[in-house]
């Protein structure tokens, strides 16, 4: 059930795929048959190709999650918009009610097109100098699960409990039972220490999660799993630390009424994030 109303946004991913097949469609063939057998499953894209293609995705994606009726009627101008126009109203008002009424549906489906799109871009970026890049679908669907599994979901979740925990709108019951409230009246205060507790409780779950989810959907052995976490978990901490602490920030500081955009604004910020942690991860 948490999926149905997501079937839009899955459709979009479904047409990156087909995108980067298409742009594959030019590759020259394998010259022999041990080249054939190491390609075999690959999809061939032009590097500016699948970036350009993950990019729109993102970008597509992001706006669907915020589009309003209201904002399409002013933007299109006049008392009688045509029937384009209206069709696009109509749209962005199915999208706005499923927003209230499955909002982790949403924020899943905005996740499953952003990891995805992370990964072919951590893909990509290595081979940009090449004619056409080689890139694995499955992957593509490893990454993307385990950033749902360590970040979309519990992302979702955690905001929510922050946003109970330390309302923008005061009458923190944590700050309130410890008698410090009064230090923290301002909304950028609040933020901040959001942001602190973000970064020292979650964000050690976060990273140390994906890279655990990645090596197990990578059929590791829990001598390799041990040994990964050990070489990249540190690196990779401090690095989600010194990103995430402005992203977090800007993020906090946004008002309870339009706390949805939260999770989703997170997942954007992380896109960029996973995009870097998934070469981390798949880096010897």
């Known amino acids: 059930e948490i999926m149905r109303p997501a079937f839009l946004l899955l459709a979009l991913l479904s047409a990156n795929a087909t995108a980067l097949t298409l742009g594959g469609l030019g590759s020259a063939a394998a010259e022999t048959s041990e080249e054939e057998t190491e390609s075999y499953g690959l999809v061939h894209a032009k590097p500016a190709v699948a970036l350009s293609a993950s990019t729109a995705f993102v970008v597509v994606a992001t ?76 992957r593509m669907l490893r990454s993307m699960f385990a950033s749902l599994l360590s970040t979309s979901l519990p992302f979702y979740h955690w905001t929510k409990l922050m946003a109970k925990l330390f309302p923008m709108a005061g009458g923190s019951p944590v700050l309130g039972a410890l008698g410090i409230k009064h230090l923290f009246s301002s909304t950028f205060s609040l933020a901040v220490l959001k942001t ?46 010194l990103f995430y602490t402005v992203s977090n920030l800007l993020m906090y500081m946004m008002p309870d009424a339009i706390q949805f955009l939260q999770p989703i604004m997170g997942s954007v910020a992380g896109l960029i994030f996973n995009v870097w942690l998934a070469y981390v991860s798949y880096r010897s």
């Open 63 to 138: 706006a669907l999650q915020m589009v309003t009726p209201g904002w399409i009627a002013k933007v299109v101008g006049g008392s009688a918009p045509g029937a384009a126009a209206y069709r696009a109203m109509q749209c962005a008002e199915v999208l706005q009610g499923t927003r209230k009424r499955h909002p982790l549906g949403m924020t899943v489906a905005h996740g499953i097109i952003t990891k995805a799109c992370a990964d072919v871009m951590a893909q990509t970026i290595p081979q940009s100098n090449a004619n056409f890049a080689a890139l694995d679908p499955l």
């Open 196 to 241: 602190i507790i973000t970064q020292a409780i979650f964000r050690p779950f976060n990273v140390g999660s994906f890279l655990f989810f990645q090596s197990l959907f990578r059929g590791d052995s829990a001598p390799t799993l041990v040994s990964l976490l050990k070489k990249k978990y540190r690196g990779a901490m401090v690095g989600g630390v």
